[in-house]
Every structure is written in structure tokens, then in C-alpha cells.
């Protein structure tokens, strides 16, 4: 796609002015933090409208706007089973059953919730879990933002992956959760309406004048193969759907992303509904990338390097609604960027660092956001797919953090060695499959092979298995126990 030099030009300076705005908002939320607490979770005091926005703004990235259009515009509506289906419903997941329990613990990160309910052994394991796993989410923004550069600016991939690095880290290391916060009410802003002009824009061209003939030819000139959801051909097709959307759905309610902005709202009501209201809203806009995916196969029925988004707004937009739509598309991917960084950074800062000698918890902080980009960059240069990158991310919190975080809020752990055992079951299967490059559960195996089990399901239906194989003879001990101890003292009130 060639782009003018005016183009060019004004998508320059706007971008730069941008950038030079949301560094401002970084300097203004510095004053703000004082302490740790201020810096990870914004001092406990996001309100409503503050913490729905940065949820929604975390989740709206590369994935939404970029890897799953594409993805759509060639295999169909199968292809958003992870973003933003199962993301979506990750976010209702957790204002129903997650939010409320965890915001009244009070804690930094989730890896202090495993160790108040399963101890220190149990907290440095998660750590050491949900660290890397950030690692290609982020690299995956990088990627994708980088290409953005190479089409609009011609910059080098290896260039344009630094750059962003660069940018990104910048405001994040300036005032953590607060920088954030900030700078993603503004981001998500762009891009929610950046999104309807292009959608509305889109659907008027198709229609020749009329948005309601235009939505209706993407229904009606579209194979109908192209609108399924969920397929139905196959128990093995249905089975790795299921796989994949509950590695959306499911994988990120451990991720420390999401409950740092839970145990920043102001009240546990608060955390309840931000996640409610950005799920709902996910959804919604959500859908527009897809709609606008089957849209561009009517208006570009021939295969294009080009991502799909970008080529639209370069094809009907006028140059300076492009322009805002460009940098509503920058703002998407830098808001999940601050937030990814900021969330492995600080369960380092807080759970691994302290370990070894460091008590400076602000410094610290900061040192392990340059940690946390410097892995991502060099893993974003490793050449994974987006999709394979974010993928996996979302999957080795779910196969190692999943089981042990919901059973220890809703039940009363009686020792630590079956939350142990559960993460490192989950993780060492997922390992494994990993390392062989096996992408169904045991395919060695002549029953499983032909039943082709998800990974997902599988390792963590294992973790499941293993958490309550130690935990019974445990909880059968305790109260064996109990029990004893309670006849003798009622021995001992009738002698008395």
C-alpha cells in the first residue's frame, strides 16, 4: 500500500504531538506517587469511570485491532474464539466470582494471595509462573506496532520493534499504575471512536450512501461458512475451540493485568462493575474489527500483505480522519503495552526482588520494568507469530495459576503442597508439549491422539486432579484430627 508524502507528513507530527501529550500525563501522574502502593495500584482510589476505562484499554490491543481482524478475514468468526470472545468473557468471569473476594484482601499482586493462602514456597512458584508469561503478550504489541511504522514510515522492523520498546517503557517507568491509568482514559477514548468513524465510514462506502445496505451486503456477500462461531463439523474442531476460548477466558483471571486495576478501584463494588461494564464493552466494540474484516474481503477480495484495519482507513478515510484513526490505533497498542509491562514488573518488584535482599520497593519497581522490556524486546525479535505469541501467554497462567487461585478463594486450604503440586503439574505438562512443538494432550498416545484433547483442557483438568489428590488425604488427616481432639477434650470437660 503506497502512502502519499502528505500522508506521511501529518501522521508524523500528529504521532509525535501525541506522544509528547501522554509524556505530559506521565509527568503529572509522578507527583502522584509516593510509595509503593501509590505506584502499583493508584493508592486504592480509582473510581468507576477511571478503573473500567484501563481494564478495557489493557485488553484493546494488538490482538483486537490488528491479529484477530486478520485472523477473521481468512478462516471466519472460528478465529475470535480467543480475542475478544474469550477475553471478553474473562472479564465477566471475573466481575461475577473473581473481583469482589480478591479486591477485600487488599493486596499488591496476586502472588501475594498465594502466598496469604498458600505461603511463601507457594508465592515465589507463581511468580516465577506468571512473569514470563507476559514476555510474548508484550513482544507481540511490539511487533505489531512495529509494523505499523514499516507500512506507514517504511522503518525497518528491527527499528520500529525498538522504538516502540522505547516509548512505551517510558511513561510506564515515569508513574506506574497512575501513568497508566491516565493515559489509558485518554487512549481508550481514541480508540473507541476512532473505531465507529471507520465502522460507519465502511459500511456508508459498501452501501454507496446508505450504512444499513452496506451491513447488509457484508451479511448477504459473505460465505456463510464465514459467520460461524462456534463449528459444529467435528468433535476435534468443537474440542480446540473450546481449548482456545478458555485459554481467553479463563487464562488471564490469575493474570496480575487484571487484578492490579481490580485492587486499584476505590471499593469492591467498584471492582465489580469495571469489570462488568469493560466486558460488556469489549464485546461490543470488540466486534466492529471483525465486522470491518468481513467487510474488507468484499471491498479487497484479493490477498494482501497489508493488515486489514490499516488499509481500510488508508482507503476511505479522508487523510486527516485516517490520521486520527492511525493514532486511535497507536493509542490501542500502546495502552496494552504500559499495562503488560507494568503488571510481570511489579510481581517482580514485590514478590521475587525482596528475596534477594532488595527492600526499595519504588527503585525496584522501575529496575524491574526495564527487566520486563528488555526480555520482551528480545523475545519480539525471536520472530513468533502474534497470535502464537499471545496464545501461549494466555495459556501458561491458566494450565499453572488457574485451579489453585479459584479453589483457594472459594475453599479453606489446609496445607500448601497441593497448590504446589497443582502448578507445577499444570506447567510441567504444558512444558512438555511445548518443547516437543505437540499441540494436542498426548499425541503419542493412540486413544488420546484420536480424541485430540487442547493442551488448555487438558493441563489444567491435570492440575485439577493433582490439587485434589494431595489435598484430600490432607484434609482427611486434619479432620481425623480435629476430631480426635475435640473427643478428648469432651472426655476431659466429663471427668472434670
Same mark, same amino acid.
Given at each position: 500500500?503506497?502512502?502519499?508524502?502528505?500522508?506521511?507528513?501529518?501522521?508524523?507530527?500528529?504521532?509525535?504531538?501525541?506522544?509528547?501529550?501522554?509524556?505530559?500525563?506521565?509527568?503529572?501522574?509522578?507527583?502522584?506517587?509516593?510509595?509503593?502502593?501509590?505506584?502499583?495500584?493508584?493508592?486504592?482510589?480509582?473510581?468507576?469511570?477511571?478503573?473500567?476505562?484501563?481494564?478495557?484499554?489493557?485488553?484493546?490491543?494488538?490482538?483486537?485491532?490488528?491479529?484477530?481482524?486478520?485472523?477473521?478475514?481468512?478462516?471466519?468468526?472460528?478465529?475470535?474464539?480467543?480475542?475478544?470472545?474469550?477475553?471478553?468473557?474473562?472479564?465477566?468471569?471475573?466481575?461475577?466470582?473473581?473481583?469482589?473476594?480478591?479486591?477485600?484482601?487488599?493486596?499488591?499482586?496476586?502472588?501475594?494471595?498465594?502466598?496469604?493462602?498458600?505461603?511463601?514456597?507457594?508465592?515465589?512458584?507463581?511468580?516465577?509462573?506468571?512473569?514470563?508469561?507476559?514476555?510474548?503478550?508484550? /513482544?507481540?504489541?511490539?511487533?505489531?506496532? *512495529?509494523? %505499523? &511504522?514499516? +507500512?506507514? @514510515? =517504511?522503518?525497518?522492523?528491527?527499528?520500529?520493534? #525498538?522504538?516502540?520498546?522505547?516509548?512505551?517503557?517510558?511513561?510506564?517507568?515515569?508513574?506506574?499504575?497512575?501513568?497508566?491509568?491516565?493515559?489509558?482514559?485518554?487512549?481508550?477514548?481514541?480508540?473507541?471512536?476512532?473505531?465507529?468513524?471507520?465502522?460507519?465510514?465502511?459500511?456508508?462506502?459498501?452501501?454507496?450512501?446508505?450504512?444499513?445496505?452496506?451491513?447488509?451486503?457484508?451479511?448477504?456477500?459473505?460465505?456463510?461458512?464465514?459467520?460461524?462461531?462456534?463449528?459444529?463439523?467435528?468433535?476435534?474442531?468443537?474440542?480446540?475451540?473450546?481449548?482456545?476460548?478458555?485459554?481467553?477466558?479463563?487464562?488471564?483471571?490469575?493474570?496480575?493485568?487484571?487484578?492490579?486495576?481490580?485492587?486499584?478501584?476505590?471499593?469492591?463494588?467498584? /471492582?465489580?462493575?469495571?469489570?462488568?461494564? *469493560?466486558? %460488556? &464493552?469489549? +464485546?461490543? @466494540? =470488540?466486534?466492529?474489527?471483525?465486522?470491518?474484516? #468481513?467487510?474488507?474481503?468484499?471491498?479487497?477480495?484479493?490477498?494482501?500483505?497489508?493488515?486489514?484495519?490499516?488499509?481500510?482507513?488508508?482507503?476511505?478515510?479522508?487523510?486527516?480522519?485516517?490520521?486520527?484513526?492511525?493514532?486511535?490505533?497507536?493509542?490501542?497498542?500502546?495502552?496494552?503495552?504500559?499495562?503488560?509491562?507494568?503488571?510481570?514488573?511489579?510481581?517482580?518488584?514485590?514478590?521475587?526482588?525482596?528475596?534477594?535482599?532488595?527492600?526499595?520497593?519504588?527503585?525496584?519497581?522501575?529496575?524491574?520494568?526495564?527487566?520486563?522490556?528488555?526480555?520482551?524486546?528480545?523475545?519480539?525479535?525471536?520472530?513468533?507469530?502474534?497470535?502464537?505469541?499471545?496464545?501461549?501467554?494466555?495459556?501458561?497462567?491458566?494450565?499453572?495459576?488457574?485451579?489453585?487461585?479459584?479453589?483457594?478463594?472459594?475453599?479453606?486450604?489446609?496445607?500448601?503442597?497441593?497448590?504446589?503440586?497443582?502448578?507445577?503439574?499444570?506447567?510441567?505438562?504444558?512444558?512438555?508439549?511445548?518443547?516437543?512443538?505437540?499441540?494436542?494432550?498426548?499425541?503419542?498416545?493412540?486413544?488420546?491422539?484420536?480424541?485430540?484433547?487442547?493442551?488448555?483442557?487438558?493441563?489444567?483438568?491435570?492440575?485439577?486432579?493433582?490439587?485434589?489428590?494431595?489435598?484430600?488425604?490432607?484434609?482427611?488427616?486434619?479432620?481425623?484430627?480435629?476430631?480426635?481432639?475435640?473427643?478428648?477434650?469432651?472426655?476431659?470437660?466429663?471427668?472434670?
Amino acid at each position: 500500500m503506497e502512502i502519499e508524502s502528505s500522508l506521511r507528513w501529518l501522521l508524523a507530527v500528529t504521532m509525535v504531538l501525541y506522544l509528547v501529550g501522554m509524556y505530559v500525563i506521565g509527568v503529572i501522574a509522578q507527583r502522584k506517587v509516593h510509595n509503593a502502593e501509590d505506584f502499583l495500584v493508584a493508592g486504592r482510589k480509582l473510581p468507576l469511570s477511571f478503573a473500567w476505562m484501563t481494564l478495557l484499554a489493557t485488553w484493546f490491543g494488538a490482538g483486537t485491532m490488528l491479529t484477530a481482524a486478520d485472523e477473521v478475514r481468512s478462516d471466519g468468526l472460528t478465529r475470535a474464539a480467543l480475542d475478544p470472545f474469550g477475553a471478553g468473557f474473562c472479564l465477566l468471569i471475573a466481575g461475577l466470582f473473581v473481583a469482589g473476594p480478591m479486591w477485600r484482601m487488599q493486596l499488591l499482586t496476586v502472588p501475594d494471595f498465594f502466598r496469604r493462602k498458600f505461603g511463601s514456597s507457594a508465592e515465589m512458584i507463581s511468580s516465577l509462573i506468571l512473569i514470563p508469561s507476559y514476555f510474548g503478550w508484550i /513482544a507481540a504489541q511490539f511487533t505489531a506496532l *512495529a509494523e %505499523v &511504522l514499516l +507500512l506507514f @514510515f =517504511g522503518i525497518p522492523l528491527i527499528w520500529g520493534i #525498538l522504538i516502540v520498546a522505547i516509548v512505551g517503557t517510558g511513561y510506564t517507568l515515569m508513574g506506574g499504575m497512575w501513568s497508566v491509568t491516565l493515559t489509558d482514559a485518554v487512549q481508550i477514548s481514541l480508540v473507541l471512536v476512532g473505531l465507529l468513524v471507520l465502522g460507519g465510514v465502511v459500511l456508508f462506502e459498501l452501501g454507496q450512501g446508505n450504512m444499513l445496505v452496506g451491513l447488509t451486503r457484508v451479511r448477504e456477500e459473505t460465505d456463510p461458512e464465514m459467520w460461524t462461531i462456534i463449528p459444529a463439523d467435528s468433535a476435534a474442531s468443537l474440542a480446540g475451540w473450546i481449548g482456545v476460548f478458555a485459554i481467553g477466558a479463563l487464562g488471564n483471571l490469575p493474570g496480575q493485568d487484571l487484578m492490579q486495576r481490580v485492587f486499584a478501584a476505590n471499593s469492591e463494588r467498584t /471492582a465489580k462493575w469495571a469489570c462488568l461494564v *469493560a466486558g %460488556v &464493552l469489549y +464485546l461490543l @466494540f =470488540g466486534a466492529i474489527p471483525l465486522l470491518l474484516a #468481513l467487510a474488507g474481503n468484499i471491498l479487497f477480495p484479493e490477498d494482501m500483505e497489508t493488515k486489514i484495519l490499516p488499509a481500510l482507513a488508508h482507503a476511505f478515510l479522508h487523510p486527516v480522519v485516517a490520521v486520527i484513526f492511525l493514532v486511535a490505533l497507536l493509542s490501542a497498542i500502546l495502552s496494552t503495552i504500559d499495562s503488560a509491562i507494568l503488571s510481570p514488573a511489579s510481581v517482580m518488584a514485590q514478590n521475587v526482588f525482596p528475596r534477594l535482599g532488595w527492600a526499595d520497593t519504588l527503585r525496584s519497581n522501575r529496575i524491574a520494568i526495564l527487566m520486563v522490556a528488555v526480555c520482551s524486546l528480545l523475545l519480539s525479535y525471536a520472530g513468533e507469530s502474534a497470535y502464537a505469541l499471545l496464545e501461549e501467554a494466555y495459556l501458561l497462567t491458566m494450565v499453572g495459576l488457574f485451579v489453585p487461585l479459584i479453589v483457594g478463594l472459594y475453599t479453606s486450604p489446609c496445607n500448601s503442597t497441593a497448590a504446589i503440586v497443582s502448578m507445577l503439574v499444570g506447567t510441567g505438562i504444558w512444558a512438555v508439549h511445548f518443547a516437543l512443538g505437540w499441540e494436542t494432550f498426548l499425541p503419542l498416545t493412540r486413544p488420546l491422539a484420536a480424541m485430540q484433547l487442547p493442551i488448555s483442557l487438558s493441563a489444567t483438568a491435570c492440575a485439577l486432579v493433582a490439587y485434589f489428590c494431595v489435598q484430600w488425604p490432607w484434609r482427611t488427616r486434619f479432620q481425623s484430627a480435629g476430631s480426635e481432639a475435640r473427643e478428648e477434650g469432651a472426655t476431659t470437660d466429663e471427668h472434670g
